[in-house]
Structures are given as structure tokens and as C-alpha cells.
């Protein structure tokens, strides 16, 4: 069994850009079946589905022109105040109560830049590792299309062609995994737009109350960086107080690190239950590992796509190992029918 999954797994890695692909259009289709359901009420299926990714489309047009638009109108501004921000740190630093000399905080400097770099050649390399060659691009787009398209179209068809290569003793069981598991990777993908956009809204209005300036731009940072749970917001909401530290001095930055304090307890404790649910129900401490494995494995990437994937596995196995109460497993006992 073990021999057959280190198989099953060598062969995916072989067809990566195509397990991407069909991967992204899972998550387009999570985002695009409501939507569809709705104008299906009144609408033609395939007209209800070109409707729907149209308004997906707009709607993503829409978020990343607003983030970009900000950022270039107030974007050598940030800049300007982020290096005065790291100016002031670095006079703390050296005559706080850490002293640093010029030749530590110079070394601590060259570390942190190569750091840095290596992130920056990492999520270029990820970027380069992706896209391949531009047959792979090619052929890695067609099957996101058309993946989308019949994901969309005929889903019930798909997965019960699928059902009809396991054996029927195991049948009934790999149907529920594959619905905890849609469960939990379509729940996300439509929770963690909605997370991102309250989380930079909160961050928004907070800034604007302690009077920070570039407020619409550090809140579309803090967007973006929302995409990655728990660790992406408050990394982002860093740049908004060195800002206040340049802008407003070490008080109102203070503030700004409450204001990241309180957002994130918000975000753990009320939204992400409210708004996923069970979708993934994982604990903080389980989140950053697999978004750091992630990291490892994939980069970037790796780092979007770890928690769906790994909220996904965890719902199975609870089911698999009949510690889920509202997927009880059949009245046996657990992998008894493998066996």
C-alpha cells in the first residue's frame, strides 16, 4: 500500500503543472458554483455559468485594480515613509537599550537582506517553476479551462465516473472523503476572500481613527497578505507601523501594534469560525506548520495552497477514523472493509 501511494505520488509530481491546474479550477469552481447557482434559478445552465465566471472575472479585476491603483498613487510615498520608519528603528537600536554598534547592526542588516533575497529568488523561481515552458503554460491553461468548464457544467458526472473505478465494499466511503474534502477546500477558498476583505477593512478604519497616513494603501497590503492565515495580516500590518512610526511618532505605532493584536484575535476567535466554519478546522499551531511546509515544498505557492489542502486531509481522517459525528463512519470498525 505504502509502495502504491510513493507511486501514485511520483507520478503526480511528474505531471505537476496539470495536478496545478486541475487544482486552480477546483478553487475557480468554488468561487464561481454559487454565483452559478444563483442566475440558475432563472437561467440556462450554460448561460448561468458564463454569467457567473463573467462576474467572477469583474469582480477579481476589480479588487486587483483597486490594490494596484492605490498602491501606484501612494506608492513612492509608502516608500518614502516605510525607509524613514526604518531609520528611526535603526537609531533606536543603536542608542536604545540594545547599543548595537555599527558593525552589528550592520551584520544584522546583511542578514536580513539575505534573507530577502533568498525569499525574493524563491517566489521568482516558484513563479519560473510554474509557468515551465510555453508549451506547458499551453497545455496547463487548456486543462484549467476546461477543467472550470466541466467542473462546473457536470460535477455529479465526474465524480461518479470517478466512484466507478473503486470497489464497491469501499465505495460508499471514498464518496463521503471526497465530499468532507470538497467541503473543506471549496469552504475556504470562499471564506478567506471574505476574511481578507474585513480584515483590511478593520485595518482601515483603524488606521484612519489614529490618523495614519497612506491608509488605503497599507489596508490593500494587508489584503494581499490576508491570503495567507494567521501570520500573512499581522506581517503586513508591520508596514503600517513602521509608517506610524515615521509619520506619528512610537506612540501611535504602538497603537497600530494593538490595533494587529486585536484584528487577529477578532480574525481566529469570531470571523474564521463564522464565516468557514468547520471548512478548516484546525488549530493556529497546525496552520503555520503546514503553511511553512508548504513553503518548503512548493514556495510560495505551497504556502496559498497548504492550508485548504491540509484542512482537507484533516476532515478525512477524522471521517476515516470515525471521530466525526456528523460523518459517522459505517457501523464497523474503521478500515475494516480494506482490510
Do not use: C
Amino acid at each position: 500500500m505504502v509502495a502504491g501511494f510513493a507511486f501514485i505520488l511520483f507520478i503526480l509530481n511528474g505531471i505537476f503543472p496539470v495536478v496545478f491546474a486541475l487544482f486552480f479550477a477546483l478553487l475557480v469552481t468554488a468561487w464561481t458554483s454559487p454565483v452559478m447557482n444563483l442566475y440558475n434559478k432563472l437561467l440556462p445552465k450554460i448561460v448561468s455559468m458564463i454569467l457567473a465566471l463573467i462576474t467572477i472575472l469583474v469582480a477579481v479585476v476589480v479588487i486587483l485594480g483597486t490594490v494596484v491603483k492605490s498602491s501606484i498613487e501612494e506608492g513612492p510615498k509608502l516608500a518614502a515613509s516605510i525607509s524613514s520608519g526604518f531609520s528611526d528603528i535603526e537609531t533606536w537600536l543603536k542608542t536604545g537599550p540594545l547599543e548595537l554598534s555599527n558593525t552589528q547592526f550592520t551584520s544584522l542588516i546583511t542578514q536580513l537582506q539575505n534573507w530577502g533575497t533568498s525569499i525574493a529568488k524563491g517566489i521568482a523561481g516558484d513563479a519560473l517553476g510554474a509557468v515551465g515552458s510555453i508549451g506547458t503554460l499551453i497545455i496547463a491553461g487548456s486543462v484549467f479551462i476546461f477543467g472550470v468548464i466541466f467542473f462546473l457544467m457536470a460535477p455529479a458526472t465526474i465524480w461518479g465516473w470517478i466512484l466507478t473505478w473503486i470497489p464497491k465494499n469501499l465505495r460508499e466511503h471514498v464518496d463521503v472523503s471526497g465530499r468532507i474534502a470538497w467541503g473543506s477546500i471549496a469552504g475556504y477558498t470562499r471564506g478567506i476572500v471574505v476574511i481578507a476583505f474585513l480584515d483590511a477593512t478593520l485595518v482601515f478604519i483603524g488606521l484612519l481613527v489614529l490618523r495614519v497616513p497612506l491608509a488605503p494603501a497599507l489596508a490593500a497590503v494587508v489584503f494581499l497578505g490576508a491570503f495567507i492565515p494567521v501570520i500573512g495580516a499581522p506581517i503586513a500590518t508591520f508596514f503600517a507601523a513602521v509608517v506610524a512610526l515615521a509619520e506619528n511618532g512610537p506612540v501611535t505605532a504602538l497603537l497600530v501594534i494593538l490595533l494587529t493584536i486585536i484584528v487577529g484575535s477578532f480574525d481566529g476567535d469570531v470571523m474564521q469560525p463564522l464565516v468557514m466554519g468547520k471548512a478548516v478546522n484546525l488549530h493556529p499551531l497546525a496552520i503555520v506548520i503546514v503553511i511553512a511546509a508548504g513553503s518548503i515544498a512548493l514556495g510560495i505557492v505551497g504556502a496559498l495552497i497548504a492550508v485548504p489542502i491540509a484542512g482537507a486531509v484533516y476532515g478525512v481522517s477524522k471521517y476515516l477514523t470515525g471521530r466525526d459525528p456528523e460523518h459517522p463512519y459505517a457501523p464497523t470498525e474503521p478500515f475494516e472493509h480494506a482490510a
